[in-house]
């Protein structure tokens, strides 16, 4: 399975900042992801982001307000921009491998004051 | 849309218990079928998978059967331990690779 680091773990942020969450793989994968867990909640997903391609955003988030670069591979970072209090979340990523299959990182735990 | 249903927690047993969480799914076409855990203050694991129509899923004294019919994929174990205490999720992929997860289920074993 493919070992997934973010960074940074964790951070608390003043409104109105922007806070740009870093993933990184330690293979080559086609398919990355960006999931959000609120508070208590389950993940939702925020877009898709696949080498070479514009990430496609779900219903609900939009690209200004969580731009999203994929420049290789290997690698892919997820901004939240503009934060407010309910931006307080953990954000994910993860890549799919294998027929199936699908594996996350640690999670980036962000706090809005 | 697709969408994923799980009872709600927590659930609470005693050590040795016999553990069932539902999941029940709505989806077009015939998803693969998903359980994850997350262990206090650990990230997102895959437990099991099932891919197809009967199909059981196991690991680590885990299992779920993908009941087409009834559009189930019911977690269970035959004796759980206090290190089994995590949240678990079901979730389910129609093909295009991201996931749709349901609210999550918190099971605590107690000794």
């Known amino acids: 399975s493919a070992v997934i680091s973010q960074k940074p773990s964790r951070d608390i942020c003043q409104r109105g900042t922007s806070l740009t969450i870093q993933c990184q793989v330690d293979?080559?994968?086609?398919?990355m992801f960006w999931y959000r867990q609120q508070p208590g909640q389950s993940l939702t997903l925020i877009a898709t982001?696949?080498?070479?391609?514009?990430?496609?955003?779900e219903s609900g988030f939009v690209i200004d307000k969580f731009p999203i670069s994929r420049p290789n591979l290997t690698f892919s970072t997820l901004t939240v921009s503009n934060m407010s209090p309910e931006d307080s979340s953990i954000y994910l990523c993860s890549v799919a491998q294998g027929a199936s299959e699908q594996y996350f990182g640690p999670g980036t735990r962000l706090t809005v004051t | 849309g697709d969408s994923v249903t799980q009872m709600e927690g927590p659930v609470t047993l005693s050590e040795e218990a016999f553990l069932t969480i539902n999941c029940t799914y709505t989806?077009?076409?015939?998803?693969?079928l998903f359980w994850y855990v997350q262990y206090p203050g650990e990230g997102l694991q895959l437990l099991l998978k099932?891919?197809?129509?009967?199909d059981k899923g196991s690991n680590k004294g885990f299992e779920a059967t993908y009941r087409k019919e009834t559009t189930s994929f019911h977690l269970e174990k035959g004796s759980v331990q206090v290190s089994d205490s995590a949240v678990y999720f079901c979730a389910l992929d129609t093909g295009r690779r991201a996931l749709t997860f349901g609210s999550g289920t918190r099971l605590q074993v107690q000794p």
């Open positions: 293979s080559q994968v086609t398919m």
């Open positions: 989806a077009t076409g015939y998803p693969s």
């Open positions: 982001a696949n080498q070479g391609s514009e990430a496609t955003y």
């Open positions: 099932a891919t197809k129509a009967d």
